[in-house]
């Protein structure tokens, strides 16, 4: 052969070797170097709302004997609109012998005719009479609660509804209403009137001590009344009254001895005897709202003051027991994962406990809202949670628990198939 063409050849062998080599040694360094730099997908991030146990409904305690009602201003965010009306009753709507809760009719019938500025105000002079002293024996002889009342004594008009009403005292029930109304006919009428101004149809009143028992009134005029009484600030501030001394009638001690009790402020006390004890009461009980509750409630028909008393407290007892913190979440609780294909993962915990305040079964509605991670660093906080209960609205942050970490080039070398995807 051509000596020449045999240099030729030789110089083309050598190039195809060279660019074989080259192509050789080219693709493996271009392989690692795309493994090395592609993008991973991003991480998966799963979230769910945590499950929220809503409490069983409150059981209010109201008495199984007799009847009774309650009202409750207030608390009308939590316990609706109805609640400052009628909110619960037992028992029946029948009128029913309210006995000395009477004294509290005559004397806001009284104040009517004779109002007093405020409760400091004394009002006018009552200057007792050798008739005023008499009913001191009559009333005696009926086995009713009394007072002295000594004949040309004189008292403040403020200082007589008191002795009528924290002791109950009956014989300065009739000499005070004769006194405003100058005999007894003219303050029943004036009695009857006042109740039929006031839409108090379920009422009747014969006399102004409650010892007849034709004086009669329903769970619903009382819910009324009570709360005419509590809005007359000299009522309110006498029937708040749990001991007085006057001179003529000397120390007496309030009737309602649930006085400071449980947040009772009034009223009043009536009975006739065994199955006829009642109470109309008034009370001021901290749940936890921003104000207290004010409540107003009768129980008519009790077997004893005992058993009316007990009522009264166990019914106060479960409003206070109907409101309370529901647990929402807890610190660290989990509510999302955050996977990668290279087997780096972490969780979305709730940052903090969180509980809200509520009535009783009150539906908790929750909301999550997630931002998608910057860093996918331990800690940081990518959302919320809320909770929604009744007027109560309360939010929690969530946030990564655990550290997100590259894959490593051991794995991007072997997993071609996960690169290259964002």
Known sequence: ???????????????????????????????????????VS??????????????????VALPSTGASAIAVAGGDEYLGAQASGIWATSGTGEARSIASITKI????????????????????????????????????????????????SSMSLHDALATMLIPSASNYAEAVSTWAFGSQGAFRGAAQRWLAANGLTGTTTVEPTGLDARNTSTPADLIALGKLAAANPVI??????SSLSLP??????????????????????????EGTYNLLFTASVP???????????????????????????????????????????????????????????????????????????????????????????DGEEVGSITWTAGPNTVTVPIEIDGTI??????????????????
């Not at 392989?31 to 592609?38: D, E, G, I």
């Not at 003529?248 to 009536?270: A, E, F, H, Y």
């Not at 970490?405 to 290259?420: I, Q, S, Y």
């Open 1 to 39: 052969m051509d000596p020449q063409v045999r240099r030729r050849r030789r110089r083309i062998g050598l190039i195809v070797t060279a660019i074989v080599l080259v192509v050789l040694l080219a693709v493996p360094g271009g392989y690692v170097w795309w493994a090395l730099t592609a993008p």
């Open 42 to 59: 991003a991480p998966l991030v799963q979230t769910h709302e945590p499950p929220v146990t809503v409490p069983a409904a409150a059981a």
């Open 105 to 152: 009719i005559t004397a806001l019938v009284i104040l009517d005719r004779h109002p007093l500025a405020d409760a400091a105000d004394p009002g006018p002079t009552i200057t007792f009479s050798k008739a005023d002293h008499d009913l001191y024996d009559q009333y005696y002889v009926r086995g009713a609660t009394i007072a002295a009342m000594p004949t040309g």
């Open 236 to 241: 309110a501030s006498i029937a708040a009254t």
């Open 248 to 273: 003529g009638p000397g120390r007496m001690v309030n009737t309602n001895d649930l006085l400071g009790s449980n947040g009772i402020t009034g009223l009043k006390t009536g009975n006739l005897g």
């Open 287 to 377: 749940v936890g709202t921003a104000q207290p509750l004010n409540v107003t409630g009768v129980v008519l028909g009790g077997m004893t003051r005992a058993n009316v008393n007990h009522d009264v407290m166990r019914l106060i007892d479960s409003i206070r027991a109907g409101f309370h913190e529901v647990p929402v979440a807890t610190r660290d609780q989990q509510v999302g994962t955050i996977m990668t294909p290279w087997g780096s993962a972490a969780q979305i915990v709730v940052s903090d406990d969180m509980t809200i305040f509520t009535w009783s079964d009150t539906p908790i509605t929750v909301e999550m809202t997630t931002t998608t991670p910057e860093t996918y660093t």
């Open 405 to 422: 970490v590259p894959p490593t080039d051991a794995w991007r070398l072997t997993n071609p198939g996960e690169l290259g995807r964002e």
